[in-house]
């Protein structure tokens, strides 16, 4: 896909809003589509929009060429991003395009909601709600949201949507994500796993929260199979010690990789485990092991943990092969 001037971009997003703002309901969306499994022989990429709760929300599409009737659907959320307003974060592939095609899976990456006070675009996972302005959240309450900005219920109306209009195999919808994307990507795991068979979130925890001590989310909606990323040297999101990091310069305490992947093993009671090492040591990353693997758990789920040596807050596209191995290994059953 050759890369669009700016001003062409915000054409495009203006043309995308009036025609999305037109419509009547919410979770309407102006989008193309391929009708009930039909193939078309050329790459097809474009932006587009839907409303959810009233607000405006943005989304990248990447349809490759050559795909099964019931091809898979993987949502890949975006991290942090200073985007200014008018170019939502969603040009950002993470590298999953060469993927995409080759795999013949549908790639979507959606926006988050912007903060004009702090310019970051944020995803709402558990417990950030503070770090949004009452401009971006929506109303919350038709339908009703578990946080505001209603992303869980956006994320859960576009992947209903898109699984319509692309004939999507309901038992392989992936999603993805960095940072507070992958954060976002552990919320859905709890609350979209109806939906969802795997995530694989890249440096990001479950949980950041205002106070001490962390409060783990309640039981996932079903099983759902869990791989996770992250590199011994990150200091934005620290891993081991219940460290601090700002969203839109508010402060949350994060929850460790040990409190995030035990939530994960216990959840879906998981009954085999790789060894016995603890993730972190000392308030930092384990040197003892490289991660930790769990099976035997409820409807042949799977929950990983991989420590990226000396990498920093990032995620590394050349493990992109290996993750979509992951989600491909594990349809939803």
């Known amino acids: 896909m050759k890369a669009k001037s700016l001003s062409a971009s915000m054409i495009v997003f203006f043309i995308a809003f009036l025609l999305a703002t037109s419509m009547l309901s919410s979770g309407q969306s102006s989008a193309r589509s391929l009708v009930g499994g039909e193939t078309s022989n050329k790459t097809l990429s474009y932006n587009a929009t839907m409303v959810w709760d009233g607000i405006t929300r943005y989304y990248y599409v990447h349809v490759p060429t050559g795909l099964p009737s019931n091809p898979p659907l993987l949502v890949m959320l975006h991290a942090t991003s200073l985007n200014p307003a008018n170019e939502p974060p969603i040009s950002n592939s993470y590298e999953w395009l060469p993927l995409s095609n080759q795999y013949k899976f549908i790639l979507v990456v959606p926006a988050s909601t912007y903060n004009s006070q702090s310019g970051q675009w944020n995803w709402n996972a558990y417990y950030l709600n503070e770090a949004f302005t009452p401009a971006e959240v929506g109303t919350c309450t038709v339908p009703p949201a578990t946080a505001c900005p209603d992303d869980a219920g956006f994320l859960r109306n576009l992947i209903v949507t898109l699984t319509e209009q692309y004939n999507i195999d309901p038992n392989q919808v992936f999603v993805a994500g960095m940072s507070s994307g992958a954060m976002m990507a552990e919320r859905v795991g709890v609350e979209i796993s109806d939906l969802v068979a795997a995530i694989i979130p890249a440096s990001g925890q479950i949980v950041g929260q205002s106070s001490l001590p962390i409060t783990l989310p309640g039981p996932p909606v079903a099983p759902v199979s869990v791989q996770e990323w992250q590199g011994t040297n990150d200091h934005v999101l620290?891993?081991?010690?219940?460290?601090?990091?700002?969203?839109?310069?508010?402060?949350?305490?994060?929850?460790?990789?040990?409190?995030?992947?035990?939530?994960?093993?216990?959840?879906?009671?998981?009954?085999?485990?790789?060894?016995?090492?603890?993730?972190?040591?000392?308030?930092?990353?384990?040197?003892?092991?490289?991660?930790?693997?769990?099976?035997?758990?409820?409807?042949?789920?799977?929950?990983?943990?991989?420590?990226?040596?000396?990498?920093?807050?990032?995620?590394?596209?050349?493990?992109?092969?290996?993750?979509?191995?992951?989600?491909?290994?594990?349809?939803?059953?």
């Open 238 to 333: 620290p891993p081991c010690n219940n460290g601090t990091t700002l969203y839109s310069g508010y402060t949350f305490y994060m929850a460790t990789v040990d409190q995030t992947f035990n939530y994960w093993t216990a959840q879906n009671a998981c009954t085999v485990f790789q060894n016995n090492e603890p993730l972190c040591e000392k308030g930092k990353a384990n040197p003892s092991t490289t991660g930790n693997d769990a099976t035997g758990c409820t409807n042949n789920v799977e929950v990983q943990f991989i420590w990226e040596e000396k990498l920093g807050h990032g995620w590394d596209p050349a493990n992109n092969e290996a993750r979509w191995q992951f989600f491909a290994s594990h349809p939803k059953q």
